[in-house]
């Protein structure tokens, strides 16, 4: 959700047979909102890395236009792409994801997702958490990137925001980052879960430069 001159708008995603999508909702109130009768605005493109997915969309304002990060792929090795939008509605995308698989060593080789967006910083630089899924599908954590524009990411070596010790709550999943900043702290709400069909659970985090995180 973006504040606008006249309210809100949002962006979500929506699944249809299978296939997900990004549509686009205004409101006065943040309240009751009014669904854009052409959505979806962002869908999958038959052919190209973002054939099945397109959802999990980020947006922020900046330099007057809108940049949408957002997760697509064919399957579940998912990746992280761009686009932007001078009004909103009319999305161009890169060619290819901004933010791809990483090596099958890494601890992210199963695919990243689910980005969350800060900046640009006094430095010009943008900060980037998402959640980093291993080849094996299973242990999802929580990773750091760093750039100095929206296509063009470094990303930290190691997750951030790790796995909760044997037998606690977020023991087996930790994901779906939304950072802020309030002035002094990075301040991090993410999804945890233990076992495979369990529910998940937010939890929360803070952090002083928005690597070092304490639960």
């Not at 054939?51 to 236009?65: I, N, P, Q, R």
């Not at 792409?81 to 290819?96: I, L, T």
């Not at 601890?107 to 958490?129: E, K, Q, R, V, Y």
């Not at 929360?204 to 639960?215: F, Q, V, Y």
Request: positive net charge; glycine residues 16%; proline residues 7%.
């Amino acid at each position: 959700v973006v504040r606008t001159r006249t309210g809100f708008a949002m962006w979500y995603g929506g699944i249809h047979h299978n296939q997900a999508g990004i549509g686009y909702a205004t409101s006065r109130d943040g309240v009751r909102w009014s669904k854009y009768p052409s959505n979806p605005i962002v869908e999958p493109r038959p052919g190209e890395w973002d054939s099945v997915k397109t959802y999990y969309g980020y947006v922020l304002a900046a330099d007057s236009l809108m940049h949408m990060w957002y997760t697509g792929g064919p399957g579940i090795r998912v990746r992280i792409g761009h686009s932007a939008s001078a009004d909103g509605v009319n999305w161009q995308r890169a060619g290819g994801p901004v933010m791809d698989v990483e090596p099958r060593e890494s601890w992210s080789a199963g695919g990243c997702a689910a980005p969350s967006i800060l900046g640009p910083d006094a430095n010009g630089t943008l900060h980037m958490w998402y959640h980093g899924i291993p080849a094996s599908g299973w242990g999802i954590q929580i990773g750091y990137a760093s750039g100095k524009g929206p296509r063009s990411w470094t990303t930290h070596p190691a997750p951030v925001l790790t796995l909760g010790p044997r037998g606690t709550w977020d023991d087996q999943r930790v994901g779906y980052p939304r950072v802020l900043h309030d002035g002094a702290m990075y301040r991090m709400w993410y999804s945890g879960s233990r076992e495979l069909n369990s529910s998940f659970r937010v939890g929360g985090a803070t952090s002083a430069d928005g690597i070092s995180w304490t639960k």
